[in-house]
């Protein structure tokens, strides 16, 4: 099978466009760019969260913070990352009350079964409050149907690609980004269509999808949102910020 990274594509212009000037594309979804910061230490911190935010970027605190300091992040609103026994000794194994809950399991193996199981007993722990369940990463394009079935609600996509991760070159665990998105998205038309035809929907959720790794300019976020990410996430380019944790 033959599959595509970003350098491989490119964005072929419409016959004509009524668009005139960049100004005519809006980008924002409820007053936030599709951009996530990636949960990096050398990223974000409890010191530079809200500039993110101030400037229409959706923050992850990484795991590195303090876990108190997570928790109270996330019952109030704010994306916050957990281990996966993080994540079933906070949530599951006790309970914690707040208006609305968002929590990322970062793991760099999103494929266990424990993950599956874990969110739905989360989705009907929590079922009376508005939660909000992020889980990554995948490097398989059907694993976004097994995700839905259980109720996630954001998926990050792209294992290896990375700038500083090892794990294509240490495992060879890998999958172009272009094609995983590409191809995710189709899943994700799938399921759209199933839930509308089969009674009661098999799938809970039509989790969004968020482009994780290799983001190296405007361009390659560019594409990923054209391909049919929901989301980009970015890393690399944050650290060399001024206002990055770093």
Not at 109 to 127: C, P, Q, R, T, W
Not at 143 to 168: H, P
Not at 174 to 188: F, G, R, V
Request: glycine share 8%; with cysteine; charged share 25%.
């Amino acid at each position: 099978e033959i599959k595509y990274s970003y350098n491989d594509i490119g964005i072929v212009p419409a016959i004509t466009s009524e668009i005139e000037h960049r100004k005519d594309c809006d980008p924002f979804i409820d007053g936030k760019l599709p951009l996530f910061t990636a949960p990096m230490s050398s990223v974000v911190d409890e010191s530079n969260f809200n500039l993110f935010e101030e400037n229409g970027i959706n923050a992850i605190l990484p795991r590195t913070v303090n876990l108190n300091t997570r928790v109270s992040y996330a019952v109030n609103g704010k994306w916050a990352a957990f281990g996966l026994k993080e994540f079933e000794d906070v949530f599951i194994k006790k309970t914690v009350s707040g208006q609305k809950i968002k929590a990322l399991i970062d793991i760099a193996n999103g494929h266990m079964a424990k993950i599956l199981s874990l969110v739905k007993d989360f989705k009907e722990k929590y079922k009376d409050i508005q939660t909000e369940i992020m889980v990554g990463n995948i490097a398989n394009p059907s694993t976004y149907l097994e995700m839905a079935k259980v109720g996630v609600d954001y998926i990050r996509c792209g294992i290896g690609s990375g700038e500083g991760c090892i794990t294509s070159s240490n495992l060879g665990v890998h999958y172009p980004m272009a094609s995983l998105i590409d191809e995710t998205s189709e899943q994700k038309k799938y399921v759209g269509i199933m839930r509308g035809v089969v009674k009661n929907g098999t799938y809970k959720s039509l989790p969004k999808i968020i482009a994780d790794g290799g983001i190296r300019n405007y361009s390659d976020a560019i594409k990923a949102l054209a391909l049919g990410a929901d989301y980009v996430m970015i890393g690399g380019l944050f650290t060399r910020m001024v206002e990055s944790a770093a």
